[in-house]
């Protein structure tokens, strides 16, 4: 059955009646800003290593915090994917509709020309990776994440999957420009799945070249990282390199065709299993494949569901519902709009993946759209809840073909409940904003007013309605039980992040570095690091301030 979604056209509940709370984000920091002041606050080579020791073996351990100075003991390893999940017969590396696998093993393509390193993150390079900084000076390093040589031991692989894109089954996917090099285990026991992207051809390029260009590259390194610090959940990246080898794009599909750089951005995730990784297998009917699947998942990532468990597979939706609903009210808790909410971009594991066409919404607009090629604005910022539950709804009839009619029932009542979950996370991020304590009735009218009428405006304590509004918040802390000024301050600043990263932030440092300029790259990365805290860098370059004239026009698209 399809599960009754109870939404309004742009709001996420039944009940609410301001559905401005949907469509809200904290780049309002004039609002915040003042409600925090005191009294009112071809094919890699494989590089030879001398050993594969594994890292217990060189003395490891949790309550050690020791770091590699290379990577001649480093090892990744793809046996725990491959001993359970099957993988493609098919060795050679060529366009073509693949069955009955879940990876197909291809080899990253090298660049030809020579290849420098934009920027690293030193924090998944030594907090995920159990390497030490200098690491990244090194040419092993260099060969490594650019694609060039592959661990010993490692063999790279890519991933076959499906997925609704804008709302239309577009069959056969997967990865078509990423190279999953392996796993990684680190010294907190943590197993880290490593991939290139941007590293070459592999048999699910359709009519790509395998290549990313730097453009997008220096986007999804940085905001990889800057959601990280947010607190949002996402994939991270640990390195972006870029060649001088040419890559042709008609970035807005207008037949305005340029060259560009050639770069590969070293991404880490727990997993890189997504809706579509499951879709792909219902819609060929590959049912035991999609067990397998299931169950792989759940014993690796879902420890609170017994995989021997009868209702097993509900018991994971039950979750994924829940987190999915979460990630998604936090997106919109600092106006994040992803761009592009295909099914084969909403990880399995509800982070954040796929960085492509995404912006922050600079002012109140609830049909912001980033992404110049969502010609229908289905993506706009006012439907990525609705999205979500579409998104949902595609993992369910992938379930259904492994459900008995009660769980069937089961997982569609679980379904109908994720608007509420919704619903009351987004409320619970807000209030937080606003320094509120407990529950009162009229919180949700009152976020919501601030936000619908005074979004948007440069000057908001001269609006007509502002002391009107501040003498009901003013009345709505005094009901905050054992709180104080002070303390309230204390909260808010930690939920209200002073910098995202816009859109014209990105583009800005996106031509310094395609004239190889890394410099506000860099900048960007050290400040995005820090996004709750103010920085005399950020505010001298205008990071805190309405976007500059010449970012009027600005666009992005799916070309990249």
Same mark, same amino acid.
């Given at each position: 059955?399809?599960?009754?979604?109870?939404?309004?056209?742009?709001?996420?509940?039944?009940?609410?009646?301001?559905?401005?709370?949907?469509?809200?984000?904290?780049?309002?920091?004039?609002?915040?800003?003042?409600?925090?002041?005191?009294?009112?606050?071809?094919?890699?080579?494989?590089?030879?290593?001398?050993?594969?020791?594994?890292?217990?073996?060189?003395?490891?351990?949790? %309550?050690?915090?020791?770091?590699?100075?290379?990577?001649?003991?480093?090892?990744?390893?793809?046996?725990?994917?491959?001993?359970?999940?099957?993988?493609?017969?098919?060795?050679?590396?060529?366009?073509?509709?693949?069955?009955?696998?879940?990876?197909?093993?291809?080899?990253?393509?090298?660049?030809?020309?020579?290849?420098?390193?934009?920027?690293?993150?030193?924090?998944?390079?030594?907090?995920?990776?159990?390497?030490?900084?200098?690491?990244?000076?090194?040419?092993?390093?260099?060969?490594?994440?650019?694609?060039?040589?592959?661990?010993?031991?490692?063999?790279?692989?890519?991933?076959?999957?499906?997925?609704?894109?804008?709302?239309?089954?577009?069959?056969?996917?997967?990865?078509?420009?990423?190279?999953?090099?392996?796993?990684?285990?680190?010294?907190?026991?943590?197993?880290?799945?490593?991939?290139?992207?941007?590293?070459?051809?592999?048999?699910?390029?359709?009519?790509?070249?395998?290549?990313?260009?730097?453009?997008?590259?220096?986007?999804?390194?940085?905001?990889?990282?800057?959601?990280?610090?947010?607190?949002?959940?996402?994939?991270?990246?640990?390195?972006?390199?870029?060649?001088?080898?040419?890559?042709?794009?008609?970035?807005?599909?207008?037949?305005?065709?340029?060259?560009?750089?050639?770069?590969?951005?070293?991404?880490?995730?727990?997993?890189?299993?997504?809706?579509?990784?499951?879709?792909?297998?219902?819609?060929?009917?590959?049912?035991?494949?999609?067990?397998?699947?299931?169950?792989?998942?759940?014993?690796?990532?879902?420890?609170?569901?017994?995989?021997?468990?009868?209702?097993?597979?509900?018991?994971?939706?039950?979750?994924?519902?829940?987190?999915?609903?979460?990630?998604?009210?936090?997106?919109?808790?600092?106006?994040?709009?992803?761009?592009?909410?295909?099914?084969?971009?909403?990880?399995?594991?509800?982070?954040?993946?796929?960085?492509?066409?995404?912006?922050?919404?600079?002012?109140?607009?609830?049909?912001?759209?980033?992404? %110049?090629?969502?010609?229908?604005?289905?993506?706009?910022?006012?439907?990525?809840?609705?999205?979500?539950?579409?998104?949902?709804?595609?993992?369910?009839?992938?379930?259904?073909?492994?459900?008995?009619?009660?769980?069937?029932?089961?997982?569609?009542?679980?379904?109908?409940?994720?608007?509420?979950?919704?619903?009351?996370?987004?409320?619970?991020?807000?209030?937080?904003?606003?320094?509120?304590?407990?529950?009162?009735?009229?919180?949700?009218?009152?976020?919501?007013?601030?936000?619908?009428?005074?979004?948007?405006?440069?000057?908001?304590?001269?609006?007509?309605?502002?002391?009107?509004?501040?003498?009901?918040?003013?009345?709505?802390?005094?009901?905050?039980?054992?709180?104080?000024?002070?303390?309230?301050?204390?909260?808010?600043?930690?939920?209200?992040?002073?910098?995202?990263?816009?859109?014209?932030?990105?583009?800005?440092?996106?031509?310094?570095?395609?004239?190889?300029?890394?410099?506000?790259?860099?900048?960007?990365?050290?400040?995005?690091?820090?996004?709750?805290?103010?920085?005399?860098?950020?505010?001298?370059?205008?990071?805190?301030?309405?976007?500059?004239?010449?970012?009027?026009?600005?666009?992005?698209?799916?070309?990249?």
């Amino acid at each position: 059955m399809t599960p009754r979604s109870g939404f309004p056209s742009c709001c996420l509940t039944p009940r609410l009646q301001t559905p401005q709370l949907l469509l809200c984000c904290v780049t309002c920091h004039a609002v915040l800003c003042s409600l925090v002041q005191p009294g009112l606050e071809a094919r890699a080579r494989l590089v030879h290593l001398p050993s594969n020791r594994s890292n217990q073996e060189q003395g490891y351990c949790e %309550t050690e915090a020791r770091l590699a100075s290379s990577l001649d003991f480093w090892t990744l390893s793809s046996e725990n994917l491959m001993a359970v999940l099957p993988v493609d017969p098919v060795k050679e590396n060529y366009v073509r509709k693949v069955k009955n696998c879940i990876f197909s093993i291809a080899f990253p393509t090298p660049f030809k020309s020579r290849v420098r390193l934009v920027a690293v993150s030193k924090e998944v390079l030594e907090d995920i990776l159990d390497l030490d900084l200098s690491v990244s000076e090194t040419d092993a390093f260099i060969q490594l994440v650019s694609g060039e040589k592959i661990v010993f031991g490692s063999i790279p692989l890519t991933h076959r999957y499906g997925g609704h894109q804008f709302g239309i089954w577009a069959d056969q996917l997967g990865d078509g420009r990423a190279h999953l090099l392996g796993i990684y285990r680190n010294r907190q026991g943590e197993k880290w799945e490593l991939q290139l992207k941007g590293s070459g051809k592999t048999p699910y390029s359709r009519n790509g070249d395998g290549r990313a260009v730097l453009r997008s590259s220096v986007r999804e390194f940085l905001c990889s990282e800057a959601m990280h610090y947010l607190g949002i959940p996402t994939s991270r990246a640990a390195s972006l390199v870029v060649s001088d080898d040419e890559v042709w794009r008609d970035q807005f599909y207008n037949g305005n065709i340029v060259k560009e750089r050639g770069a590969v951005v070293l991404r880490v995730a727990k997993s890189w299993f997504r809706i579509g990784s499951l879709e792909i297998l219902a819609h060929y009917g590959e049912l035991d494949l999609l067990r397998s699947l299931l169950d792989f998942i759940i014993q690796e990532h879902f420890p609170s569901v017994n995989v021997q468990e009868p209702n097993r597979y509900v018991d994971f939706f039950s979750i994924v519902v829940s987190e999915t609903a979460q990630l998604i009210a936090l997106w919109m808790s600092v106006g994040f709009a992803h761009g592009v909410c295909n099914t084969d971009n909403f990880s399995l594991l509800s982070i954040t993946i796929d960085y492509g066409p995404f912006g922050f919404m600079e002012a109140y607009n609830p049909d912001f759209v980033p992404n %110049t090629s969502d010609d229908e604005r289905r993506y706009k910022i006012g439907n990525q809840a609705n999205i979500g539950m579409f998104n949902l709804n595609k993992l369910l009839q992938a379930l259904n073909l492994l459900l008995d009619r009660g769980q069937k029932h089961l997982a569609a009542q679980i379904l109908e409940e994720y608007p509420i979950l919704y619903y009351t996370r987004f409320t619970e991020l807000f209030k937080a904003k606003l320094g509120l304590l407990g529950e009162r009735k009229g919180d949700g009218d009152l976020i919501a007013f601030l936000l619908h009428q005074f979004w948007a405006l440069k000057m908001i304590s001269k609006h007509q309605l502002f002391p009107a509004w501040v003498s009901q918040y003013l009345l709505r802390l005094k009901s905050n039980i054992n709180d104080s000024d002070s303390e309230r301050r204390k909260r808010m600043t930690t939920v209200n992040p002073k910098y995202v990263l816009k859109n014209w932030m990105a583009e800005s440092a996106v031509q310094k570095a395609e004239r190889n300029d890394f410099s506000e790259v860099h900048l960007l990365q050290q400040i995005l690091q820090h996004p709750f805290q103010k920085h005399s860098a950020a505010e001298k370059a205008g990071y805190s301030s309405p976007p500059p004239a010449w970012a009027e026009g600005l666009r992005v698209s799916c070309s990249s």
